[in-house]
């Protein structure tokens, strides 16, 4: 359980990114 959250945290995270289109997004 605990890798499945980190992944939908990653996912989240890179979501937002593209999202509101920010540059550093490592």
């Given at each position: 359980m605990d890798?499945?959250?980190t992944i939908i945290d990653d996912f989240v995270?890179?979501?937002n990114c593209f999202e509101l289109q920010i540059s550093?997004?490592?």
């Open positions: 890798k499945i959250t995270f890179l979501f550093p997004c490592d």
